[in-house]
């Protein structure tokens, strides 16, 4: 009971400190189609109302591809953060973005976070579970430790189509990358107790209507 009461008060702590920080991605919405962003397979933008987009006008998708994928990398120096910061083992990294699909379909999509040292060598990843939803928008969200060493962050979102169809119809809107610190006597309760990779969910309104879930 006291371990959980603990990961409640660190979880909303957390959230809190991310609240004030824009998402360090560019075109997260995908509202500049793919501008900004790497991709491969078959990535594709979307504009329709069936489902309308979580936000905006334009959402990802995969057209007439079993598997596509799209990515951007965060240079954290250019972006303000100095190395001794990032090397403090005192940030904490937040990923997610809001998923959907096509009506019965079960085509799925997962997000990943890289880490990348400053010559582009990989020191680690960490990923959301593989998700799917139909016909309505639901949060993903992760938290995980920044590792020291990071200069780089690659945010990737990889859609998988599951059965027969065409178009891969793991639909992802309104991506988000942030990286904050947290006040020391947390970071080290949950760097400590290996609480990394936490699920989490926010409850923001769809500035669109319609239907949208938070799943944890």
Known sequence: MRKSLKLTCLFFLTLFSFSSNA???????????????????????????????????????????????????????????????????????ELGGWQSGWHSQQDSGQIHVRFFDTTMSQIGTTALPSFYSNNTWEEQSGLTNLLAGTRFIRYEFIGTRVGSGSNNDAYLDAAYLNVAAIPVPAAVWLFGSGLVGLIGIRGKLPPNGGSVHSAC
Do not use: C, H, M
Request: no cysteine; aromatic share 16%.
């Open 23 to 93: 998402s360090l991605l560019s075109n997260p919405g995908f509202e500049s189609g793919l501008t900004y962003w790497e991709s491969s397979g078959g990535a594709a933008i979307r504009s329709n109302d069936d489902p309308s987009a979580y936000e905006g006008q334009n959402y990802l998708y995969g057209f007439d591809t079993p598997l596509f994928s799209v990515w951007q990398d965060v240079d954290l120096i250019n972006k303000g953060f100095l190395p001794s910061e990032i090397d403090s083992g005192n940030f904490i990294v």
